[in-house]
């Protein structure tokens, strides 16, 4: 968790962002690496600077080998939560980025891609 908050702070600073732009995506990080790590058993975390003609942007692919979400929409869905959460990470971690795309197969793992353009 820490090196993952570390790690999102340097990405957007390399991207330019400001410092309200860096709490943002590095509170969506710190979220989507709890998910990855309670519910996905642990896995990858791949930070990425986009620069993409004139904008720059930070792109966070969490990936895991855990059961896997079986509904996307529900788990979105503010206060749902099969743990002991609020059911406030994904929702919010949404709400955070510019782009969230989750891809799930049961059994197979969970797979999000955020990415957040510098404003
Ligand atoms: N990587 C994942 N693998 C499997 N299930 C997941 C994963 N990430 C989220 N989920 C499922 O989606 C639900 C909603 O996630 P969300 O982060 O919104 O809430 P929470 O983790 O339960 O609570 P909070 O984040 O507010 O502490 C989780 O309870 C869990 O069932
Ligand atoms: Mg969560």
């Given at each position: 968790?820490v090196?993952?908050?570390?790690?999102?702070?340097?990405?957007?600073?390399?991207?330019?962002?400001?410092?309200?732009?860096?709490?943002?995506?590095?509170?969506?990080?710190?979220?989507?690496?709890?998910?990855?790590?309670?519910?996905?058993?642990?896995?990858?975390?791949?930070?990425?600077?986009?620069?993409?003609?004139?904008?720059?942007g930070?792109?966070?692919?969490?990936?895991?080998?855990?059961?896997?979400?079986?509904?996307?929409?529900?788990?979105?869905?503010?206060?749902?939560?099969?743990?002991?959460?609020?059911?406030?990470?994904?929702?919010g971690?949404?709400?955070?980025?510019?782009?969230?795309?989750?891809?799930?197969?049961?059994?197979?793992?969970?797979?999000?891609?955020?990415?957040?353009?510098?404003?």
């Amino acid at each position: 968790m820490v090196r993952v908050r570390q790690a999102t702070r340097q990405a957007t600073l390399d991207a330019g962002f400001s410092l309200v732009e860096q709490t943002k995506v590095v509170t969506a990080a710190s979220e989507l690496a709890r998910n990855t790590i309670i519910y996905g058993g642990g896995g990858d975390v791949r930070l990425e600077v986009m620069r993409d003609g004139m904008r720059s942007g930070v792109r966070l692919t969490f990936v895991d080998r855990g059961p896997g979400i079986p509904d996307v929409q529900q788990a979105l869905r503010d206060g749902y939560t099969t743990g002991s959460g609020l059911g406030l990470g994904l929702g919010g971690a949404r709400r955070l980025m510019s782009e969230l795309d989750i891809s799930s197969r049961p059994g197979e793992g969970t797979r999000i891609v955020a990415v957040r353009w510098k404003q």
